[in-house]
């Protein structure tokens, strides 16, 4: 039978609910993802400008910025869904730059959207199912497909409501539909756009255990998320955005005491 999560898991640390290998100590991470220079343009104004960023296998990279910051079209960029006007993006060791959205998800990156959008009339499983038949190591059969996104939805807590139509799943539910269909697609690299606005307490620390569970199990997060709190917590590393510029890439406690983002991003008072 084919591991869970990916035909060619990346090589991790920490334990893997898939048969993968974990990382010996001392062996080298390579960079998974290299935006050089990136920029994108819509008409006159520029989304993101000369944006360039390494990220390493097995990171949690928490991206932050104030709204319009160009955090989504930075995603968007990376997953395909829109073409930059110039630099390079290489990913798993292939320049990505401008390739269709389906390729690059078969490559290996999955994202979720800002605004969620299963289809309303499939059930959670469906949905789910859709994911491990297209992706970067579709299922063999659709009893296959049907068993893995049973796990799946169970990995995301929705195991209870896989049998309900998608369009009557609540708020909460519908994110983690939208996580467990892009998981469908096993992608070594998981881009989450704003998965806890919305959500109260309760909700963001089971949102944030869900997160640990994913890199736990050899998927590298780059995490888009407002609630700095809950960056600061789960990152291994953040870069901030400000009007389409990077200005500022480091540990969680460097960012949170860089003066321009204290300034930029929260305009005063302290980052937590
Ligand atoms: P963030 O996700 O950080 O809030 P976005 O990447 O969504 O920011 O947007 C960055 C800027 O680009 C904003 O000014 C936004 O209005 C603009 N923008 C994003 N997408 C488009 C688009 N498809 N067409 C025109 N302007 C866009
Ligand atoms: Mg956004």
Do not use: W
């Not at 709190?229 to 870069?239: A, E, P, T, Y």
């Amino acid at each position: 039978m084919q591991p869970f999560i990916s035909a060619h898991p990346p090589r991790l640390r920490g334990f893997s609910y898939t048969d993968g290998e974990e990382l010996e100590q001392g062996e080298a991470i390579m960079a998974l993802l290299e935006v050089e220079n990136v920029s994108k343009s819509f008409g006159g104004l520029i989304a993101v400008n000369c944006v360039s960023l390494t990220f390493n296998q097995g990171e949690i990279l928490g991206l932050i910025g104030p709204n319009g910051a160009g955090k989504s079209t930075l995603f968007n960029l990376i997953s395909g869904v829109e073409k930059p006007n110039g630099g390079r993006i290489r990913f798993d060791g292939r320049d990505i730059t401008g390739t269709a959205p389906d390729e690059i998800c078969r490559y290996g990156i999955a994202r979720t959207f800002q605004l969620v959008r299963p289809f309303s009339q499939l059930s959670p499983l469906e949905n789910v199912m859709v994911g491990r038949v297209f992706g970067s190591a579709p299922a063999l059969s659709m009893g296959q497909a049907r068993l893995e996104s049973e796990k799946i939805l169970s990995l995301a807590g929705l195991a209870s409501k896989r049998v309900k139509t998608a369009g009557m799943l609540g708020l909460v539910d519908r994110k983690r539909l939208e996580i467990a269909r892009a998981l469908a697609t096993r992608p070594k690299l998981l881009l989450l756009d704003e998965m806890m606005a919305g959500l109260n307490l309760t909700e963001i620390n089971a949102a944030i255990a869900l997160i640990k569970r994913i890199r736990d199990s050899g998927i590298s997060l780059i995490v888009v998320e407002h609630v700095m709190k809950v960056i600061l917590n789960i990152s291994d590393r953040v870069i901030v955005l400000k009007t389409g510029e990077k200005i500022a890439d480091g540990s969680p406690r460097e960012v949170a005491s860089n003066p321009l983002v204290i300034e930029a991003y929260l305009g005063k008072g302290n980052v937590c």
